[in-house]
T-cell receptor
Framework: DTEVTQTPKHLVMGMTNKKSLKCEQHMGHRAMYWYKQKAKKPPELMFVYSYEKLSINESVPSRFSPECPNSSLLNLHLHALQPEDSALYLC?????????????FGPGTRLTVL | QKEVEQNSGPLSVPEGAIASLNCTYSDRGSQSFFWYRQYSGKSPELIMSIYSNGDKEDGRFTAQLNKASQYVSLLIRDSQPSDSATYLCAVRQSVAGGTSYGKLTFGQGTILTVHP
């Protein structure tokens, strides 16, 4: 079962709000990822967690704060976002963070910042 | 210079034809290559992975890899209207201990339209 779930599907928030995006996988994968995708652009990597530790932060602004409570869950905490942060936020997972592993995406959360 | 480049498209083919999607990459250390399909408003779906030079076939899809030429392609045989989507080429750099370890880099995507 190659399923990654994400909640919520849609989120509208103001620039002063605090919200969280959630991602869950039950495939026993040990690497999880957050990507951001703007319209008509490819996904851009934000963060990588490997064995529940943050291994890559692609110079993402501090208003985005990732958290990996356990090997199945990944959160992205949002605070003081800007309208330009509106995008599709994708979670993905893979067996590990090595070369020869396949990465599977969740359905995404469509975020709108007003 | 872009790290992963795809043929610019959009690409339009008639139903039943072969669609050919191309991708080149700049990092010679890249070790694994993936093709994703993304329908409008949906998330990317993995359709093929390839790690060794040569061809890999899965149903109507064939991925081809030539590491010497830094080139990877996807052929879709007997194209169907349901194949109409954006196809993303992704390359996994693997520099153990480096900051890019495990990073997946995507091309800009090629929009494919299969018309009846």
């Amino acid at each position: 079962d190659t399923e990654v779930t994400q909640t919520p599907k849609h989120l509208v928030m103001g620039m002063t709000n605090k919200k969280s995006l959630k991602c869950e996988q039950h495939m026993g994968h040990r690497a999880m990822y957050w990507y951001k995708q703007k319209a008509k652009k490819p996904p851009e990597l934000m963060f990588v967690y490997s064995y529940e530790k943050l291994s890559i932060n692609e110079s993402v602004p501090s208003r985005f704060s990732p958290e990996c409570p356990n090997s199945s869950l990944l959160n992205l905490h949002l605070h003081a976002l800007q309208p330009e942060d509106s995008a599709l936020y994708l979670c993905a997972s893979s067996q590990g963070a090595g070369a020869y592993v396949e990465q599977f995406f969740g359905p995404g959360t469509r975020l709108t910042v007003l | 210079q872009k790290e992963v480049e795809q043929n610019s498209g959009p690409l339009s083919v008639p139903e039943g034809a072969i669609a050919s999607l191309n991708c080149t990459y700049s990092d010679r250390g890249s070790q694994s290559f993936f093709w994703y399909r993304q329908y409008s408003g949906k998330s990317p779906e993995l359709i093929m992975s390839i790690y060794s030079n040569g061809d890999k076939e899965d149903g109507r899809f064939t991925a081809q890899l030539n590491k010497a030429s830094q080139y990877v392609s996807l052929l879709i045989r007997d194209s169907q209207p349901s194949d109409s989507a954006t196809y993303l080429c992704a390359v996994r750099q693997s520099v153990a201990g480096g900051t890019s370890y495990g990073k997946l880099t995507f091309g800009q995507g090629t929009i494919l339209t299969v018309h009846p």
